[in-house]
């Protein structure tokens, strides 16, 4: 059921996360792993909300940092659930903490994948080709360094 | 003592009361009888065993009861009971409810810290028995105390012990979350950006670029370890509070931040500032945090006014917490710089929160938080976007 917004050329990939680097970060692995891929990036979830509900497109993935400020990843993610049309996007937690408890959380909050952010730009593009191409993967994904 | 000791069947033996049948004999018995029961409480130095009228007057006394309480014979036979008890409990009639609790149901018990005639405590455990006559009507009370000073002080401090451990347990608890997510943060992208510099490496303007970040990266690292270690700091225990004059700790707090004033332009009012009852040194990074954050927050001409005001008792009343015994200034640290929207007021306090991506690492007004809360006092803040932040801070005055 992800592919389905994944048919929609190019895939739009929404990354909403407040640290710069990791932005810029993202956004490199991302042309490696789907050349065609257009990223759209917000820093805060305020920001994010106001660029889905605007967006005359909708995305394939949005990616969601935990820590944040203003809205942390988990009320940016139960947000993004109540948005009409939106909430049917698959959404990704994408964050340093390797908490079970946030998994968990984030699991029941309707969260597709809770990936840990890798330590290596392969490893990070590797990944995002997987969730992109639709594989099947565990809930949690962590690549052991 | 056991059934065989030897001394115990002797007297067993000559017993007036087993050994004769003449009247007199009896007589004499019972009065001996009576004099030796006398003797046994007189002679019993682990107990207080006195008599009490039916008023709580002390009637007799024995060794116990003078090791224990410290009075004399003399001193004490004909005073109430009532002598021995904290002025807070005598108010509280707390011995007029054991003695109508014994009158009541033949008994009472109590633990409690009682007076020594030299004024100390000692912490007593008390069994209050009413006495009848063969018409069944209460005539005293036997009162029969013991000191447990020592079970109590040990008692309590066990209690101590294991609030020590709880609160270690969190602490730890909270740098394990902190070595877990927050430094990891620096770390991973110092390999992240290794990783970019050596496929970089034949670009030299790409690669430094790299190693910078790298650099920075290292240098927030080292910048957490210090902020995470001055809270760790901020948690011990042991405290020493002395008067504190707070006109002297932002005196040294300008000094350190002579430079960055002079190069933003700040203006810092502040009139009268009170001597607080503190920590000196947690007095000093309260106020540096706070001064700092407003020089970092700081907009066109900025002005930072502090002003105190000593609290009245319903404005103590507003806060939990506060004691209506103390005294306690109200400072307020107001700034005219970017401010934030107020619905993120209850986020800065919280650890590595940060509502810009600036330098800070999130730990400053945590630190606050902790500081104000060693000190049984209380933080709270305004703001408005572009208005500036105002910070309302109660401490004990000394």
Known sequence: MYISSMTIKPPVIVLIDDDEDDRDMFAIALKTAEPEAKLITASNGPEALKILEAAGVLPAFIFVDLNMPFMNGIECLAAIKKLPLIKEVPVV????????????ETKNGGAAYFLVKPNSLYALSDMLEQILMGVKLDYFLQVKS | ????????????????????????????????SEERYHKMIDEVQDYAILLLDIEGNIQNWNKGAQQIKGYTEKEII????????????????LPERLINEAYTNGRAAHEGWRVRSDGTMFWGSVVITALHDSDNSIIGFSKVTRDLTER??????????????????????????????DLQEPLRKIQVFTEMLQNSLDNKETAQRHLEKISSSAQRMSHLIKDVLKY?????KELVFTAVDLNKVLLDIKEDYVLLIEEKGVAITADGLPVVTGVPVQMHQLFSNLLGNAIKFSGVEPHIDITANVLNADDIAQYSGLSINNRYTKITFKDNGQGFDPQYADQVFKMFKRLTNNAGTGIGLALCKKIVENHAGHISVTSQPDAGTTFTIILPLA
């Open chain 2, 232 to 236: 760790s700091q901020v948690s011990q």
């Open chain 2, 152 to 181: 109590k002080l040990a008692e309590d401090r066990i209690k101590e012990y294991a609030r020590e451990i709880e609160l270690r347990n969190k602490q730890l608890e909270e740098y394990a979350y902190i070595a877990s997510h």
């Open chain 2, 1 to 32: 003592m056991t059934m065989d000791n030897p001394n115990l069947h002797d007297n067993v033996n000559q017993d007036p009361l087993i050994k004769s049948n003449g009247t007199t004999a009896l007589k004499g018995g019972l009065m001996e």
């Open chain 1, 93 to 104: 937690i994408y964050t340093t903490t390797s908490s079970k408890e946030y998994a968990e």
């Open chain 2, 78 to 93: 004909g005073k109430n009971f009532r002598i021995f008890y904290q002025e807070i409990d005598r108010l509280g009639r």
